[in-house]
């Protein structure tokens, strides 16, 4: 059971690192096109190539195994992941007495990262979810020309509060 926490831990990590960091940067990278190109079918499918949807999936996820630990833990009498919580932030030199405050501290960080995700959301999902591989001609310049409607409504807003 530990082994498995520790694994689905590592991979939500992976997700995140991967949704806030790797993503955005190959994604401004023209060696990587091709990674996209392979990799467009799975995230349309898993989180519809959205940063922010990803990011709640994760969370997602990380609740419903909580709520799985707190109904086992139910029937389940002996089962207590003290140990590991325990090890976890003494690895991370969290004092005892802060441990509650540091989940807290945690839970609210998160929802910062949403934030930030919602601040640098530039396209509508509809937008978003389309495979690049496949978007008509039309399709590309309608995008295209609300890209740059965009870009015109975000200058003259900036300029206006100036």
């Known amino acids: ?17 991967y949704a806030l960091v790797l993503r955005p940067w190959l994604k401004k990278q023209s060696w990587a096109q091709r990674f996209f190109a392979w990799v467009d079918p799975i995230e349309l499918v898993l989180f519809k190539k959205s940063e ?17 630990y707190d109904g086992a833990a139910t029937f389940v009498t002996s089962l207590d992941l003290t140990p590991i919580t325990t ?12 441990r509650g405050l540091s989940i807290s501290a945690f839970v609210g960080i998160i929802g910062l990262l949403i934030n930030r995700l919602r601040k640098t959301t ?3 999902l509809e937008l978003v ?34």
């Open 52 to 68: 922010t949807i990803l990011v709640g999936r994760l969370l997602w996820l990380g609740g419903l195994v909580v709520t799985a």
């Open 87 to 98: 090890r976890f932030f003494d690895w991370l030199n969290v004092p005892a007495d802060m």
């Open 1 to 17: 059971m530990t082994a498995f926490l520790l694994l689905l831990a590592f991979i939500v990590a992976l997700g995140f690192l």
């Open 122 to 124: 530039t396209k509508p």
């Open 129 to 162: 979810a389309v495979p690049d591989a496949s978007l008509p001609p039309a399709a590309a310049q309608a995008v295209a020309q609300a890209d740059a409607a965009k870009d015109a409504a975000v200058q003259a807003v900036a300029e206006a509060k100036s």
